[in-house]
RNA sequence: AGGCCCGUAGCUCAGUUGGUUAGAGCGCUACCUUGACACGGUAGAGGUCUGGGGUUCGAGUCCCCACGGGCCUACCA
């Protein structure tokens, strides 16, 4: 069997059967009714606007290892997987590949226009699954959802309905952030701010029966047409004499008022600012202070409107450059100053943000806030990295109403009717809408107005936001409203992990919603999760983010086909340290493919060694004992070996380091630690020890060592499982199997076992290694050949440490190269050959050729150096009183012995250097 | 403007309550094509933790300041 084997671990056909299998097998669906305590997440659904990205990959990634780190240790399982159709962004794919055609959505319809979104989603929601499967993302596909289906849009209309009866959704004309291009309004969130070089216009407005001029200074010239004030602060010297009096508005010839308000400040500009009440938020507030009327100057696409005079029609930059241009004409630009200033753009389409007056739906924050606030808080909700903890309580506590209409397509439609008889909202605050399940769209249209009874009812276009159906997600996938057995079960889930990026967004609504709408009694049953995890940014080798403006993004399929996802699973893992953003570079990928196929080749040895032991009579089946599921250590007759009480050991001890840091979102440290112990462990050590033992002919000494081998190695495939599913996957189905065994998936994390460790057996181990690699470095200094084995001498004052080399000879031995080792009492005086010394034992080479003395002092004094001042430091501490009495005992000891090894060492290094000197004099 | 994060080996980064000689991967040097693996093995070089001050018996780890880099939030026209 072995030799078909590969030499070099192939991931990508080995990689795809699995996954195919996995889906094809239903292998990570749930149950409901299944024991264990449950461990239930719902998968952030990506946006069905193309495919996976890297970001996806690294969120999906840790997700899965918990995932199935959960499922391995007995909980019942659900991870389950969804799509969101968002709303804007979707829309505006689609209407970019329309532009292509020159094609706009107007001239399409909504309807047709919809029929398109619809068919781009199909495929960008098949590819984002397909990539999702070919990953490994071991989720519960029988359960997906999307955000726009049925089940879920009843939940919608629910929530919608709800919160409207109870009057937290309101319809109102406000200030909002309006994209021209989108021509929708969007929320705060959605507007990035981005500094730009801008300029300050300084306009001069003539005062109203007099010569005088008010000079204000604004950098959207454009506006003024809008003007209805000038206001400047009440206390401001400079122009009390003209409050209240009026100011003429240059280019409009109209007279506005000129107020006093607060708001003002004189530091800025001139001290005296234009009021535009229906084009600056600041100004909208103000105009409300003082009763302004409010003047509309630009048309949804950002062209001047019929209020702006002669300039009706003008693009806002055209605009812009001809009514600055026509103040300069006529005298009244006073001065243009160079200003950088923060310009909101459209996240999506970065358009420049108008904000803009028009009438919206919005929903009141502040009462969900509290709760949502509350529950963070008191810990109902623990929140990893902490820090971002007080920046979602920061956030809680300045919010304000969230605007949650869109003027969009794409979307869940409002669920409001007017009546084109008297202009009444239905269904009426009060009424009680039915929703037959199933029919929810269909079923929620009423039939007549709620007010005058008449028929000619008309849909609300808007759509709503689309956070706020991604905002019911843990609980409308379960399928609220009704209590279904799922919801039952799973809800609250156990975890949300999210990118920060979206903590407001998302995470945040999702607690406000589910707290306000789950109908339970405890509010520790109502939030949507018990942990909250924001991952990092994955960002390219220069620590740039990914964009594809940049052009520096990285397609995880492509990575994959090239490295294997395993490798670029443990690859994200390993970088994966909370808080910190992820500069990701092929150069760390091909670090764990070479893992990869560490682990590969390992498992090439061994199941390459089962032809030995098969000649013994001894065959796979007798490997496949229970204590290989066990891990228990096999003993022959009597004793462990001491590399077999290590290795078990290390694997209890890593086992638990694992678990500990899985618990706390460590995955780099639980990455580094399986690293660690399978290559340098068991690879490095272990293996290497147990070889000479593998030839063995007698029956049970060989059955022993190969069933510890295989034990080990088994186990570590199981600690290795959730990072590396497919390659995991692969070797342990060629293991000796259960009879009905599936999966490595479904099989059991190894279990804690504390009566596996033994401090004795590591530190034995420990000084071996020390002798060992003190030779090989005695070797390599005097260049003998590597393969020639030679003599060496050994020499301890500790009677222990001779007997454990005695009692390990063969290893060492073996290990070292070595021909033979004689050993001795007492220490050696330095003479004779290359020696190494350290406190507890001497290490000597005989050798003829003369030695490099000159690098070898330079290195001893060096060490000698370094030694020194170690002792000076560790004496100097010891001595003082202060830290003998305060200190705690214990750290006094451990220096103390230490202090006593660092003496000896540097003592037998003095001793060789002054040997080397008066031999090369 | 406010807040957050980062600055540790040539590069990319770890370093959980402050406590022995600060770690890893890549890269580098020397030797090794040894039947698991050159995506390998063995041995080695290389940081005093951006700078300054403080708290402490003890600080990469806590506090303050400075410098450098990044991010987020913000209604100063």
Request: charged content about 30%; some cysteine; hydrophobic content about 40%.
């Amino acid at each position: 069997m072995p030799p078909e084997i590969p030499k070099a671990y192939e991931p990508q056909e080995i990689e795809k059967r699995w996954a195919q299998s996995w889906f094809e097998e239903k292998l990570f669906r749930a149950d409901p009714k299944a024991a264990g305590p449950v461990f239930s997440i719902a998968l952030p659904p990506p946006n069905v606007t193309g495919s996976i990205h890297i970001g996806h990959m690294l969120e999906h990634t840790q997700i899965d290892i918990l995932v199935r780190w959960r499922r391995m240790n007995g909980y019942n399982t659900l991870w389950l997987p969804g799509m969101d159709h968002a709303g804007i962004a979707a829309q505006y794919v689609v209407e970019r590949q329309l532009a292509l055609q020159n094609i706009t959505r107007q001239q399409l319809g909504r309807e047709e226009f919809e029929r398109r979104v619809w068919k781009w989603k199909e495929e960008s929601g098949d590819t984002i699954k397909r990539q999702m499967i070919r990953l490994g993302a071991s989720c519960d596909w029988t359960r997906e959802r999307f955000t726009l289906d049925p089940p879920l849009y009843r939940a919608v209309l629910e929530a919608f309905l709800r919160l409207y009866r109870e009057g937290m959704i309101y319809r109102a004309r406000y200030m909002v952030n309006w994209c021209p291009r989108c021509q929708t309004a969007i929320s705060d969130l959605e507007v990035q701010h981005n500094e730009r070089n801008g300029k300050l216009w300084h306009i001069r407005y003539p005062i109203v029966g007099s010569d005088e001029f008010i000079v204000v200074a604004t950098t959207r010239p454009e506006t003024m047409l809008g003007d209805t004030a000038v206001a400047v602060h009440p206390d401001d010297e400079r122009y009390k004499h003209l409050i209240g009096r009026k100011a003429l508005l240059p280019l409009m010839d109209r007279e506005i008022p000129i107020i006093a308000d607060e708001f003002v400040d004189r530091e800025f500009g001139t001290g005296a600012v234009k009021v535009t009440p229906a084009h600056d938020p600041n100004d909208f507030e103000m105009g409300k202070r003082h009763n302004l009327p409010q003047i509309d100057v630009m048309t949804n696409d950002a062209h001047m409107s019929d209020a702006a005079g002669k300039y009706v029609g003008l693009d806002r930059y055209v605009a812009r450059k001809n009514i600055v241009a026509d103040l300069q004409t006529l005298d009244l630009l006073e001065r243009v100053a160079e200003h950088t200033h923060a310009v909101g753009v459209c996240a999506r389409c970065n358009s420049e943000i108008e904000p803009r007056l028009s009438v919206q739906w919005f929903c009141k924050m502040k009462p969900l806030a509290e709760s949502a606030a509350r529950v963070v808080r008191d810990k109902l909700i623990s929140v990893v990295p902490e820090n971002w903890e007080k920046v979602y309580l920061d956030w809680m506590d300045r919010i304000y109403d969230w605007c949650i209409s869109r003027q969009l397509w794409w979307g869940h439609r409002i669920p409001i009717w007017y009546c084109a008889d008297c202009n009444a909202m239905t269904p009426a605050r009060d009424s009680r809408v039915e929703i037959v399940e199933g029919r929810a769209q269909a079923a929620s249209v009423p039939e007549k107005c709620c007010v005058c009874g008449s028929s000619k009812l008309t849909q609300e276009t808007d759509v709503l936001d689309t956070w706020f159906s991604s905002g019911l997600w843990p609980f409308s996938t379960l399928g609220w409203p009704d209590e279904t057995e799922d919801l039952r079960v799973y809800y609250p889930t156990s975890l949300l992990i999210s990118g920060y990026d979206i903590l407001f967004f998302w995470d945040a609504r999702m607690i406000m919603m589910g707290l306000h709408l789950v109908d339970r009694a405890k509010i520790e049953e109502r939030i949507p999760f018990h942990r909250l995890y924001l991952h990092s940014i994955v960002r390219d080798p220069h620590g740039m983010k990914m964009s594809k403006t940049r052009g520096n993004v990285v397609d995880p399929l492509e990575l994959t086909e090239k490295h294997g996802t395993d490798a670029l699973r443990f690859a994200l893992a390993v970088m994966a340290a909370p808080g910190t953003d992820i500069a990701l570079s092929e150069d760390h990928i091909l670090s764990y493919r070479a893992f990869a196929n560490k682990i590969w080749n390992a498992a090439r040895f061994l199941f390459f060694n089962l032809e030995k032991i098969e000649s013994l009579g001894v065959t796979l089946e007798d490997l496949a004992a229970p204590e290989i599921r066990a891990a228990a250590p096999y003993k022959n007759g009597g004793e462990l070996e001491l590399a077999d009480r290590w290795i078990f050991s290390r694997m209890a001890t890593v086992r638990d380091e694992i678990s500990d840091a899985f618990e706390t979102f460590r995955f780099h440290e639980a990455a580094h630690v399986i690293y660690h112990f399978f290559w340098g462990d068991f690879c490095d050590w272990y293996i290497e020890w147990v070889k000479p033992r593998l030839g063995v002919a007698e029956r049970d000494a060989a059955l022993a060592t190969w069933r510890n081998l295989f034990s080990v190695f088994e186990a570590a495939l199981r600690l290795l499982h959730p990072f590396m599913p497919f390659l995991t996957e692969e070797l342990w189905h060629k293991l000796p199997q259960r009879v009905g065994a599936k999966s490595i998936a479904l099989e059991q994390f190894p279990v804690a076992r504390p009566d596996w460790r033994d401090a004795d057996a590591e530190r034995q181990m420990a000084l071996l290694q020390e002798i060992i690699v003190a030779s090989r470095n005695l070797r390599a200094e005097i260049k003998v050949d590597p393969k020639k084995k030679i003599a060496a001498e050994f020499a301890a004052t500790e009677p222990a440490v001779r007997a454990l080399v005695e009692a390990n000879l063969d290893s060492v031995l073996h290990l070292a190269t070595l021909s033979e080792l004689k050993i001795s009492s007492g220490r050696f005086d330095s003479s004779g050959g290359a020696t190494r010394s350290t406190a507890q034992f001497d290490l000597r080479i005989a050798h003829s050729e003369p030695v490099d003395t000159k690098a070898e002092a330079i290195r001893l004094r060096k060490e000698i150096d370094r030694l020194a001042k170690d002792i000076e430091a560790k004496r100097t501490r010891l001595a003082d009183d202060t830290f003998r009495s305060r200190a705690p005992e214990q750290v006094v000891r451990s220096l103390e012995s230490t202090l006593a090894g660092r003496q000896a060492e540097h003592q037998k290094l003095q001793e060789r250097l002054k040997q080397i000197e008066s031999n090369s004099n």
